[in-house]
């Protein structure tokens, strides 16, 4: 036992402490990533070397990915439990997300105006929701569709997200979660993982249907 509450507290500073890494590195990071984009505008520099500034750019995003992904991992455990309205939620990230579907080509709407709620920890909902829409909207090609909706099922609460993309396979189904699974060049396979635990902390779970070529369908689903 005494054993188990020692490594419980290393993991705890550990978690900190990489959260405390995290927060000092993606600083100096942004501000790098705000300096490109003002270079970008510049018109003393040719347009065949902008695509330089370009690639800067996406790989600066690309490391913050990478970060955010792997301390979701060992984030400390200090949950705020309060009574979240799933609505407002859905339609705050989907402006969160907006930015990022634009850019993709891909729309991103959110469906039914019905009050939702659902008691637990709102930073964990938000990174579950914003990695399964992230993901939904990587898998959708240009012209596809990503929709959110919320709904009072039998004693739970069902947060739909489905999108018009690629979709899965059954094998690729069943390896959902795993860690470092990932079917993306520059993924970490570490954004579901992430979620079905922090689910699964929420007394929640996480279910996904797909059909290849169609579509995929994600159910985040918490006892009401
Ligand atoms: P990453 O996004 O870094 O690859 P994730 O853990 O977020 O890692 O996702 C793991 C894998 O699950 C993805 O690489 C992809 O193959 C698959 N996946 C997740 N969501 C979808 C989706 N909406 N449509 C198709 N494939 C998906
Ligand atoms: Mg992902």
Redesign the pocket.
């Known amino acids: 036992l005494n054993l188990q509450l020692q490594q419980s507290e290393m993991l705890h500073s550990v978690g900190q402490l990489a959260a405390s890494v995290t927060h000092e590195v993606r600083n100096p990071l942004a501000v790098a990533r705000g300096f490109m984009q003002i270079f970008q505008k510049e018109k003393y520099i040719p347009e065949d070397k902008k695509i330089f500034l370009t690639m800067m750019i996406e790989e600066i995003d690309r490391a913050q990915t990478i970060i955010s992904d792997y301390l979701s991992l060992v984030k400390t455990n200090t949950s705020k439990i309060e009574r979240l309205n799933i609505t407002e939620l859905l339609s705050s990230l989907k402006g969160v997300m907006y930015p990022f579907a634009l850019l993709k080509g891909v729309e991103l709407v959110q469906n039914g105006q019905e009050e939702v709620h659902v008691i637990g920890d709102q930073g964990k909902l938000k990174q579950i929701l914003m990695?399964i829409i992230k993901?939904?909207i990587?898998?959708t090609p240009e012209g596809g569709v990503v929709t959110l909706s919320a709904e009072k099922g039998n004693r739970e609460i069902i947060i739909h997200i489905s999108?018009t993309?690629?979709?899965?396979g059954r094998e690729?189904l069943r390896m959902?979660g795993n860690p470092f699974?990932?079917?993306?060049s520059t993924?970490?396979?570490?954004?579901?993982?992430a979620s079905y635990r922090m689910a699964a902390e929420m007394n929640g779970r996480i279910e996904a249907t797909?059909e290849v070529g169609k579509g995929?369908h994600f159910k985040i689903i918490f006892p009401e």
């Open positions: 990695n993901n939904a990587e898998a999108d993309g690629i979709g899965m690729q959902l699974f990932s079917t993306k993924g970490t396979g570490l954004g579901l993982m797909s995929t």
